[in-house]
C-alpha cells in the first residue's frame, strides 16, 4: 500500500478537539431514473458523471451510453433520463439491496446464478504484479489524505493501464472504471481489473456482469465471493504483492 505523505492545510479544529488533517471529500449522491429515487451513494464528488453511468449498467438499467437520453447534476442529486425503448427496465427493476461497507444494489438471482466470464488472454503472477505496482503513483488523493480506493483497468493485450479512478467507496471507484469504459464503447473481454479493496461478492458480481474476465486485489476475498468466484469463472489473483497470493481459476 502506498505511504502518505506529509498532510497539509489540516482541517480547522474546534475547542477540544486536535490532529485533524486534510480529510477525503464525502457527499451523499441521490441517483434518480425517470422521476424514481433509486440509490444514495456515498462517494467521492468527483468523477460522478462515470459513477453515475457505471452504477446503472451495474444495476442492469442501461447497457451502452446511448441509453440514457439525458443525466444532469442538480444539488445532491443525479437526474437521469431513460430513452423510451430502454424505459420498461426500469419497471422491472426489483434489486436486493447489500448492506456493507461497499454498499449497492444486487439483482435477485445474481447469487445463486452469477454470470460465466472466459479469460481469452495468456496471464501471469509477474504480468499481474507489475500492473498493480504501477498502481500506487496514480492515487493521487490517497496521497494528499489517504482513506480512499483506487481502481485501475488494464488492456492486457496491451499490458498497459487504461484508467484509474479513485473514491471513499471501492465499489464506486469500480463503477467510475467501469463507467469510463462505457463511455469509451471498452471491450472488456480483454481488459483486467486491479484494486485495493477487498473482493466482496458485489465486488465481484459487478465485474461478472460488465465481462471482466480477471480481478486483481491487494488484499483478500470474502467467503460469499468465494463462491460466486468458483461458480463464475472468473480469474482471481488476491494479495497480489504479497509473498503467497491466492491464486484462482488461474
Not at 447469487?111 to 466470464?117: E, L
Amino acid at each position: 500500500m502506498t505511504t502518505c505523505k506529509a498532510k497539509n492545510k489540516p482541517v480547522p479544529e474546534n475547542p477540544g478537539e486536535t490532529g485533524l488533517v486534510t480529510l477525503p471529500e464525502e457527499v451523499l449522491l441521490t441517483i434518480t431514473v425517470d422521476g424514481r429515487p433509486l440509490s444514495r451513494l456515498s462517494c467521492s464528488p468527483f468523477d460522478r458523471k462515470e459513477l453515475v453511468l457505471g452504477w446503472l449498467f451495474s444495476q442492469g438499467l442501461v447497457q451502452t451510453p446511448g441509453d440514457v437520453a439525458a443525466l444532469r447534476f442538480q444539488g445532491d442529486q443525479a437526474l437521469v433520463r431513460l430513452k423510451p425503448s430502454v424505459a420498461p427496465r426500469l419497471d422491472r427493476y426489483q434489486p436486493v439491496q447489500v448492506v456493507a461497507c461497499s454498499g449497492g444494489d444486487v439483482q435477485p438471482g445474481l447469487f445463486s446464478t452469477p454470470p460465466r466470464v472466459s479469460r481469452g488472454y495468456d496471464l501471469t503472477l509477474a504480468q499481474a504484479v507489475r500492473l498493480m505496482e504501477q498502481l500506487p503513483k496514480r492515487m493521487e488523493m490517497f496521497r494528499r489524505h489517504g482513506g480512499i480506493h483506487c481502481s485501475m483497468l488494464a488492456d492486457m493485450k496491451m499490458q498497459s493501464i487504461l484508467v484509474s479512478r479513485e473514491d471513499i467507496g471501492r465499489s464506486n471507484s469500480v463503477d467510475k472504471v467501469i463507467g469510463w469504459g462505457l463511455a469509451q464503447g471498452m471491450d472488456f473481454s480483454r481488459t483486467a481489473l486491479f484494486i485495493t479493496g477487498r473482493v466482496s461478492a458485489e465486488m465481484a458480481l459487478k465485474v461478472l456482469h460488465a465481462g471482466i474476465p480477471t480481478l486483481v486485489s491487494q488484499t483478500t476475498l470474502t467467503s460469499k465471493a468465494l463462491e460466486i468466484v468458483r461458480q463464475s469463472g472468473l480469474t482471481l489473483v488476491g494479495h497480489v504483492l504479497k509473498p503467497r497470493p491466492i491464486l484462482l481459476n488461474f
